[in-house]
T-cell receptor, first 112, second 116 residues
Framework: QQPVQSPQAVILREGEDAVINCSSS?????VHWYRQKHGEAPVFLMI?????EQKGHEKISASFNEKKQQSSLYLTASQLSYSGTYFC?????????????FGQGTTLQVKP | DGGITQSPKYLFRKEGQNVTLSCEQN?????MYWYRQDPGQGLRLIYY???????QKGDIAEGYSVSREKKESFPLTVTSAQKNPTAFYLC???????????????FGEGSRLTVL
């Protein structure tokens, strides 16, 4: 079942903060976050694993509440380059294997 | 350079015709995936394969077929049974996800299919 993201869209000024939420009705093993810029392929940002381990490539942060089956992505001091559509992807079950199901996306627009 | 190559980038099809989208990767990844992207609906999983000669249906497999005869190739056929095939199709691959690695997905540039 597709995870639910909120909000659907966010408009910010440079330097402002944003939080994007992702929730699932199923127990999660891991949560991935990706960003897609218009006309481009999605790019991996971060993974959060059951048990608290977190791995990412950029200076962004995220949380993973296993009990609530939720994850949040924190974008602080936003830059113009943060604009794009953010997707969370979830793997359910007992291991980090199998299919990765994505949410419907959150569109973020950062204005000067 | 290692990566994922999808072709064609743009494709037009008449109703009733089957069409095959190509996806090739030279990353030596075990797992490959096909997603469909429609506005407002995110990325929806069509099929995925974790090993050669094996694949599983995703959430919207009806009207699609795949094969995985080689590790580096995972073609998707959109058949005439797919009622609304006009969409953006993304192929992705990953190391077989497991302990010690993230199983992050690497995406191709996508193929945009339009049914006339």
């Amino acid at each position: 079942q597709q995870p639910v993201q909120s909000p659907q869209a966010v408009i910010l000024r440079e330097g402002e903060d944003a939080v994007i939420n992702c929730s699932s009705s199923k127990a999660l093993y891991s949560v991935h976050w990706y960003r897609q810029k218009h006309g481009e392929a999605p790019v991996f940002l971060m993974i959060l694993l059951k048990g608290g381990e977190q791995k990412g490539h950029e200076k962004i942060s995220a949380s993973f509440n296993e009990k609530k089956q939720q994850s949040s992505l924190y974008l602080t001091a936003s830059q113009l380059s943060y604009s794009g559509t953010y997707f969370c992807g979830t793997r359910t079950g007992s291991g980090n294997t199998g299919k990765l199901i994505f949410g419907q996306g959150t569109t973020l627009q950062v204005k000067p | 350079d290692g990566g994922i190559t999808q072709s064609p980038k743009y494709l037009f099809r008449k109703e009733g015709q089957n069409v095959t989208l190509s996806c090739e990767q030279n990353l030596n990844h075990d797992a490959m995936y096909w997603y469909r992207q429609d506005p407002g609906q995110g990325l929806r999983l069509i099929y995925y394969s974790q090993i050669v000669n094996d694949f599983q249906k995703g959430d919207i497999a009806e009207g699609y077929s795949v094969s995985r005869e080689k590790k580096e190739s995972f073609p998707l056929t959109v058949t005439s049974a797919q009622k609304n095939p006009t969409a953006f199709y993304l192929c992705a691959s990953s190391i077989y996800p497991g302990t010690g690695n993230t199983g992050e997905l690497f995406f191709g540039e996508g193929s945009r299919l339009t049914v006339l």
